[in-house]
């Protein structure tokens, strides 16, 4: 059975910057107020009009295929993953196939949120390993600005979130001490609600303890979408952010020990732990309790937010772009997310 190995990595972020001082003319907050609670200086948000959650991809994946030494041509799979995408569908896969005039090749659409690049990394590697592919394409892309409450009310989440894109090329290797050594998921949908976009959707309210929407059972297509959601701005995201936070700094190094203990690895083996970047406090609080230091983690969350699918494969790029990977390195990737979902990767480059 072959092993998996990233041969090419790339990422993408638009130009426009935006400053937590930038947000002061949409909410009551301030450069302090953020700073302090998630350690976010500013992020990027993509053009209106001409950027999409797709065309991010697209750049982010035209790096990591030059890199892997490739054309678009010889990618035989694309994986896909996203909480944004483009279209409630068809899914972003196959508008990115159609981009880079790839050849008509399976696009499967991954939805799981902050670990989505880290699940999709997981399905790739099984198709390497299989003999089925030769050259996958992972992608995590996010365009989230598009559709977040700027307003006091919707603070909690919009001053953390960003816009970005990262992809990798996955390739066989027949190196015994290289590639992905294993991939661990998770979830647990006891809470779901308590981090998620309720409308649009189909749930009627079926799923939530407390009513969201008026709804009559009478009429039809009266479900998906209302004035009575908009007016009442249920169209946007919730988070609970205290229970959120509890639920990472607990779940986060599990999903770590895990696979390192897959590996009979120890904390003190990571040369690069790489968290999905949600907030800074929980990075910092991961790092501590695992003992590793500031040389052994990696944190761009402070200048990009959170790019939720995108975060983990942006921060690998960055990391490996200052030297901070180098081959040999053990490299450790974790997410936690909506859903809620878990996963980890351990990585030897």
């Known amino acids: 059975m072959h092993k998996s190995k990233i041969a090419g990595i790339g990422m993408y972020v638009p130009a426009n910057v935006v400053t937590n001082n930038d947000l002061l003319k949409y909410m009551d907050t301030s450069d302090e107020w953020i700073q302090e609670r998630t350690g976010i200086k500013e992020r990027r948000y993509a053009h209106r009009t001409e950027e999409t959650t797709t065309t991010m991809g697209v750049e982010a994946a035209k790096i990591a295929i030059e890199r892997a030494g490739i054309t678009p ?8 993953a996203t909480l944004s995408p483009d279209y409630y569908f068809p899914g972003c896969g196959v508008l990115l196939q159609r981009a880079m005039q790839m050849k008509e090749i399976g696009a499967l659409d991954v939805r799981n949120q902050c670990s989505g690049f880290v699940y999709a990394l997981s399905v790739a590697d099984q198709f390497i390993k299989t003999g089925m592919y030769k050259n996958i394409l992972v992608v995590g892309a996010e365009k989230h600005s598009f559709g977040l409450d700027f307003t006091t009310r919707g603070r909690n989440i919009s001053v953390i979130i960003g816009d ?33 976009m309720y409308n649009p959707g189909t749930h009627a309210n079926h799923w939530l303890n407390q009513k969201v929407a008026d709804f009559n059972e009478n009429e039809i297509g009266d479900m998906f979408m209302s004035h009575d959601m908009i007016d ?51 990075a ?36 490996w772009e200052a030297g901070k990977i180098k081959d040999g390195d053990l490299v450790c990737l974790a997410a936690f997310g909506s859903g809620f979902t878990l996963a980890s990767a351990l990585i030897k480059w």
Not at 73 to 80: A, M, P, S
Not at 286 to 301: A, E, H, P, T
């Open 164 to 196: 970005g894109a990262g992809a990798v090329v996955l390739k066989p290797t027949e190196k015994e001490n290289q590639g992905i050594l294993s991939t661990h998921l998770h979830s647990d949908g006891t809470a779901a609600e308590i981090l998620a």
């Open 232 to 282: 009442k701005a249920q169209n946007f995201p919730f988070m609970d952010g205290q229970s959120v936070f509890k639920k990472a700094v607990v779940k986060f190094p599990e999903v770590i020990m895990e696979a390192l203990a897959a590996n009979g690895l120890q904390t003190t083996d990571i040369n690069m732990l790489i968290p999905h970047q949600a907030n800074l406090r929980i």
């Open 73 to 80: 041509q010889d990618i035989d799979f694309i994986v896909f």
């Open 284 to 319: 910092q609080f991961v790092q501590q309790k695992l003992k590793l230091s500031d040389d052994q983690v990696y944190n761009n969350i402070q200048k990009f937010g959170n790019t939720t699918a995108a975060s983990v494969p942006i921060a690998l790029c960055e990391a």
